[in-house]
Structure formats: C-alpha cells, structure tokens
Nanobody, 119 residues
Framework: QVQLVESGGGLVQAGGSLRLSCAASGSILSINHMGWYRQAPGQQRELVTS???????YYADSVKGRFTISRDNAKNTLYLQMNSLKPEDTAVYYC?????????????WGQGTQVTVSS
C-alpha cells in the first residue's frame, strides 16, 4: 500500500517562507508526475505546481516566482519551497503522486498540511 506523508506546514507572517515535504512509503516501482494542490475554505482544490518525471515544472500564475517545486527520486520525496508568502496562500496543501504500484498507474494523495499566512 502506498502512503504519502506531508510535513512542513504551519503559521507564518506575510513575506515569510515555508518548505513542505511529501514522502512516499510502500513498494513503489515508479513515479510519474507529482504535484501540489491547495484548498482554501469554501474553495475548490486547485493545482499549485507540478513536476514531470524528467523534472519539468509547471506553476500556477499566482505562485510563479515565489514557489519552487523539486523532487528527490531516490527518496520518493517531493518538496515545495514557498517564499514571499501572502495571506491568500492560506490553505490546506496536498501532494499527489501518479505512481505505478500493484500492476497499475494510480493517483495517490497526501493527508494535507495546513499553511496559514497572517497579514
């Protein structure tokens, strides 16, 4: 069974930084694309950033130039460096992996970590 465990959320003042991590456990044979999503209260979950197996990133316009996604394939771990945080970045952040496990490609989600940015 694949499990994703997130860490690194918390409370930070506007302009501050946080680094999120998402570590996968389980006998994963391969990971394709990975990404970070967020969901603010009363809002739909949205894609923040993603990265392909080859390391090509995508960023939503709202976070370009402030957030950086990276991955450590040897550790099956995904990171999100968030700088110059704004109150509108406040949300629960979720990681998602597209991974090959038990003879199939499937999407796996982390449990979510709260990020709160105070003004």
């Amino acid at each position: 069974q694949v499990q994703l465990v997130e860490s690194g959320g918390g409370l930070v003042q506007a302009g501050g930084s946080l680094r999120l991590s998402c570590a996968a456990s389980g006998s994963i044979l391969s990971i394709n694309h990975m990404g970070w999503y967020r969901q603010a209260p009363g809002q739909q979950r949205e894609l923040v950033t993603s990265i392909t197996s080859g390391g090509s990133p995508y960023y939503a316009d709202s976070v370009k130039g402030r957030f950086t996604i990276s991955r450590d394939n040897a550790k099956n771990t995904l990171y999100l460096q968030m700088n110059s945080l704004k109150p509108e970045d406040t949300a629960v952040y979720y990681c998602k992996y597209n991974a090959y496990y038990a003879a199939a490609w499937r999407d796996y989600w982390g449990q979510g970590t709260q990020v709160t940015v105070s003004s």
